[in-house]
């Protein structure tokens, strides 16, 4: 009896910790789909330098996104670009120092600015991941979240 409370509580304490790093990875509150959050009047570009590359827990909370850090004449924003299997049309490999102008949804998670991209332009090539209404480019048919 002693072994199966040991086993429940350590099977409780794996989840509550599973649960925690996703809410930490997504601005808290559980997975965050990014898509509902994407907002057509908050729409900007930003030219800057790439600082850092990297990943979050995607609103499906079974893949990750791409993101980078991105250092601006307004100060640094993290940026979110895209699932990582996702593949466009024109597919930029960035790096950290590279000059980038990226338009996107400018939004607030747990409290710090966001850019929600939707195009990245980096010398004379454009990786396009949303349509300026949100839609992104890797959604088929209504399988995406409306704003």
Request: charged share 20%; hydrophobic share 40%.
């Amino acid at each position: 009896m002693k072994k199966i409370s040991a086993m429940l509580v350590i099977y409780a304490l794996c989840g509550l910790l599973a649960v925690g790093e996703t809410s930490a990875q997504s601005g808290g509150g559980g997975r965050i789909h990014y898509s509902k959050l994407y907002n057509p009047a908050t729409v900007e570009t930003v030219l800057g330098q790439v600082l850092t590359l990297g990943k979050t827990i995607s609103g499906n909370g079974r893949t990750y996104c791409e993101t980078l850090t991105l250092k601006s004449a307004k100060g640094t924003i993290w940026v979110i670009l895209k699932p990582e299997t996702f593949r466009p049309e024109t597919n930029l490999p960035l790096k950290p120092g590279d000059e980038v102008e990226i338009t996107g949804s400018r939004v607030a998670l747990t409290g710090k600015a966001a850019l929600i991209a939707a195009q990245v332009k980096k010398g004379g090539s454009t990786m396009v991941l949303r349509e300026l209404t949100g839609r992104p480019a890797w959604a088929v048919g209504d399988d995406w979240h409306t704003p």
